[in-house]
């Protein structure tokens, strides 16, 4: 008889590939079978190697240019072990969904790596490889954008925003028919928890603070070292329309090691505000404790199984878990709206949240949700009869995932100190005046505060959680010969400072002979957002520098970027590209910069080398799979 059980396993950064493995685990499920729920860095300890003829699912993101989600690390490193057998996977019978962003060369990388590793390792696929799903269509109609950018998923709540915001009554008026369900809902979304309220005596138990094994001491997203900050600074003018903030950051005693191009994640937390006001709305205390258990629902009935992960420590208090674990400000999806239907005990809210969640509504879920940036926490406010148990709202509301930060350093000026910088994100979202702030930019500009001044910095103590997250790519090249193009308009440059404190530093040793490197670098105005000014200018006096090219974009009448500096350059940039051993590294913004980047590229290659465009986006291919073209998105 085949087998009837499925292990689903995912790799995700943004919430985005879980949510789909969700989906696929739900479906299972309600067909009969056994079925199984996993991050990727559970598969070892899950042991489904081992089950002759398991079905295995695999829902995998890319993050950077080609690198795996932090919950597929230490997966990826198992599994492309060389020394692992090649019938490791024999017994499995297996299917991957890669998702990716089209704006990288290495689309869909990872799930492209893992399906060929499975493959090697000897599990047969049941399923044909899919990889042409982009995170923007998977989320059920959100755009997704990674943790440097402004997004959904990013936004603070305020007494401001609620007046501002537009609700359901204002912008569609009253439901022609307000009970009638449509037919063409998602799938519901069951509660994959249960939860139970300890009492006095068993809350005398400690708690645990961490969700990692109690073996794993490496510093990683789960298990984050406490960082002291030790400096701050405004890179902008005082008039500057976008604040950009650099931190410098004490990571001794970490055992962190980075060469330039590693980023950093930061694990920052929910407003108390917001989870004040959101604890108010559930009618629950923060300081009630609770422990959860996974469980799956099947035919209604929920049976207690181990088969899933837990994104927070268990027990836990309800403040904590809506504080440190919990992205309450995310947007709900459409299977998330769906659920929460359920609870409403108005029929005519009841009715808005089904339609909202059905196609047949999804221009009001776009108009809505989706253009108002609406959370969780602003869903429940406009639907107040809607009165979710905590373990179905844990369920349904995604992890509050680390952001990521460049650093923007050399460790061969000190390893135990770094720097990041970056814009402190505020943006208009709609055309009802409504503006929404980055939650982890904006917590950590109001935390820093008081080292902004070097007289006081000495007496303050801040702390910080931070990991280290490397890069297969974004590195100097291993020549150090090599010329170089560096493309870094904005916060895009953080890296490029690394990348040249570092050179200028090997320079000091007289057997380095350095390559010449040309940054392109834009900003608005001169005298608002030139970043890093004197470290640039001190760069191309020095040497690590050969030439700097900066593009201000308001300083006159017609606006001038980083791709109009590159074709003024056509020969420079020609000779770099064609030659046998040049790089050009691009950083930044992956909506519009790095696309205008790469058709200035494509339209040099055509020009300087006579390439059809298509030799031209071939050539540009063949670069980046030789890592000599490389960019870091967002």
Known sequence: MASRAVSVFYGSQTGCAESIAQRIYDEALEKQLDAELHPLNEFQKSKVETRDGHFVVIVCSTTGNGDPPDNCGKFWRYVKRRTQ???????????????????????????????????????????????????????????????????TSTTVNTPYILDNLISYEKMFGPLDTPTEVPEDLPRLQHSLLSVHFLGD????????????????????????????LIGAEYLTAPHAERKVLRLDIDVSGSGIQYVPGDSIGIKCPNRTEDVDALLARLGVSGDEVFSAEPVAATNGRAAKRKNTSIHFPTPCSVRDVFLHYVDILSS?????????????????????????SSKTGADKYTEFITEQHLNFAEILHFFPSCKPPLDHLLTLIPQLM?????????????????????????????????????LCTNWLNKICQPLIGAS???????KIPIFLRGTQDFHLPENSQSPMVLIGPGTGVAPFMGFLQHRYYEAKDASVTRGDAYLFFGCRRQSEDWLFKEQMQEYASNGALR??????????????????????????????????????????????????????????????AGLSQEDAELKLRELGTQHRYVRDIW
């Open 402 to 438: 680390p952001r990521y930060y460049s650093i923007a350093t050399s460790p061969l000026v000190d390893p135990t100190r770094l720097s990041v910088a970056f814009t402190v994100v505020e943006y208009a979202v709609g055309e009802h005046g409504l503006r929404r702030r980055g």
């Open 201 to 228: 005596e068993e809350r005398q138990k400690p708690i645990h603070t961490s969700t990692t094994d109690e073996d794993d001491k490496e510093i990683s997203s789960t298990n984050p070292f406490m960082a002291s």
């Open 332 to 356: 709900p999806k459409k299977a998330a709206v769906r659920a929460l239907a359920t609870y409403c005990t108005d029929e005519e809210e009841r009715a808005r949240m089904l339609l909202l």
């Open 85 to 151: 057998p090649e019938d490791m996977l024999a017994k499995l019978r297996y299917t991957v969904l890669g998702l990716g962003d089209t704006n990288y060369d290495k689309f869909c990388f990872m799930g492209k790596s893992i399906e060929k590793r499975m493959r090697e390792l000897g599990a047969q696929s049941f399923y044909e490889f899919v990889s042409d799903i982009k995170e923007s269509t998977a989320n059920g109609g959100n755009s997704l954008t990674t943790e440097k950018t402004p997004s």
């Open 456 to 462: 006081v910095a000495a007496s303050i103590t801040i």
């Open 547 to 608: 030439q700097l090219f900066i593009a201000f974009s308001r300083d006159q009448d017609e606006k001038h970027y980083v791709q109009h500096d590159l074709r003024d350059n056509v020969e420079l940039v020609a000779d770099i590209l064609l030659g046998s051993d040049g790089y050009v590294f691009v950083c930044g913004d992956g909506m519009a910069m790095a696309k205008d980047v790469h058709a200035a590229l494509v339209g040099i290659l055509t020009e300087r």
